[in-house]
């Protein structure tokens, strides 16, 4: 089955600066690509997400690019705020570039930001 | 915002008992997922439903659970004889037509 990977699993970073968080996965059916925010006690909720026949994608301050042949992707964070802070995770899924499916996610990535 | 909503938010529960969560998906949607997160860990998923049928299950996802869709609307995950182990927030989740939209989550507890 599918394996993902994720790092680092800490990241703290100066108010301003940029973030980047990786991800690499084992299946090469995989072709959906979501990135998740989780503050404290509260859901994952979807932040940006690429599907395989893209390389990369953007939404204001957050980009993510995928590298199908490497088989990774990442997660860009540029002029981080302090509400940045919390954990992010990487997932994916094999349904067609689809959200339906099993994701299956990386390890976690705690973002701390520091005024 | 498609809504999903569980209940209960927290339950505790002794070591051995039974317990049932509860999840209340996107209005009328056949594709139903649950996922575990042990606290400070990634999510993992548990087992995904579909049109009333198990359509996939991992290997957590052992003979201690179940899911069931009790009537038209919600839908429940069983634990028969809770662990210790089994202390984690529980999400139920459906697709939505951007994303995989998770709940609220369930916060078990097992003393």
């Known amino acids: 089955g599918e394996n993902v990977e994720q790092h680092p699993s800490t990241l703290s970073v100066q108010e301003g600066d940029s973030a980047v968080i990786k991800c690499t996965y084992s299946d090469s059916a995989s072709n959906y690509f979501p990135w998740y925010k989780q503050e404290l006690g509260k859901r994952p909720q979807l932040i940006i997400d690429i599907r395989s026949n893209v390389g990369e994608k953007k939404d204001q301050r957050i980009a993510v690019t995928l590298n199908k042949t490497a088989k990774h992707f990442s997660l860009h964070i540029t002029e981080t705020q302090p509400e940045d802070s919390a954990v992010y995770f990487c997932?994916?899924?094999?349904?067609?570039?689809?959200?339906?499916?099993?994701?299956?996610f990386g390890q976690g990535t705690i973002l701390t930001v520091h005024p | 915002e498609p809504e999903v909503t569980q209940t209960p938010s927290h339950q505790v529960t002794q070591m051995g008992q039974e317990v049932i969560l509860r999840c209340v998906p996107i209005?009328?949607?056949?594709?139903f997922y649950w996922y575990r997160q042990i606290l400070g860990q990634k999510v993992e998923f548990l087992v995904s439903?579909?049109?009333?049928?198990?359509?996939?299950k991992s290997e957590i996802f052992d003979d201690q659970f179940s899911v069931e869709r009790p009537d038209g609307s919600n839908f429940t995950l069983k634990i028969r004889s809770t662990k210790l182990e089994d202390s984690a927030m529980y999400f139920c989740?459906?697709?939505?037509?951007?994303?995989?939209?998770f709940g609220p989550g369930t916060r078990l507890t097992v003393l």
């Open positions: 209005s009328n949607h056949l594709y």
């Open positions: 997932a994916a899924n094999d349904a067609g570039g689809t959200s339906y499916g099993k994701l299956t």
């Open positions: 439903f579909y049109n009333n049928e198990i359509s996939e």
């Open positions: 989740a459906t697709p939505g037509e951007a994303e995989q939209f």
